[in-house]
């Protein structure tokens, strides 16, 4: 496959913001590919694609797999793997911040709701106390609203953004 200038920019360029974002850069670059390509694309295509060691690409497809963001298609007579994501950028946003909610976001109010609950808690200061719950409340806060903003539709999700951005400049401007 070969790629138009405009598609290598957008690949190489979601690569450099994968490894900010604590992604792999090839694991970022595949997905992108994966995203543009009209069609599934087996890993030797990846591959010759992006000049990328077959070996990695397919440790970054279990990688991509792992976060759900990709899924194996085959096609009849072929007993290759081809692989495929989806093209609705509003799901893609939802797998992976459901991903991240789980592998990072949960663990933490799981580890602060058991410091609350231990008899070690009543032990430390004051205030390492009502950090620790200050810090509880405010997690299970954005929780409950990340849960929320999951539910709705995108439609309706870019509409509360909207509504956020109407009102985060009236409550500006009534500071002022």
Known sequence: MELKPIAQKFILHWGEMGSKW????????????LFLAEKPLNAEEISAT?????SNVSNSLKELQSWHLIHVV????DRRDYFETSKDVW????????ERKEREF??????????????DFKQEDAEVQKRIQDTLVLMKTMNSWA???????????LKVMKLGAKIQKLIRSDAK
Do not use: K, Y
């Open 22 to 33: 604590g992604v792999n850069r090839t694991v970022a670059q595949i997905h992108a590919l």
């Open 50 to 54: 992006l000049n990328i060691a077959r």
């Open 74 to 77: 085959h096609h009849m007579g």
């Open 91 to 98: 799901a893609l946003v939802r797998a992976i911040f459901t």
């Open 106 to 119: 949960d663990p933490t109010v799981l580890m602060l709701q058991e410091c609350v609950d231990s008899d």
């Open 147 to 157: 849960d929320e903003m999951l539910r709705l539709s995108p439609e309706t999700l």
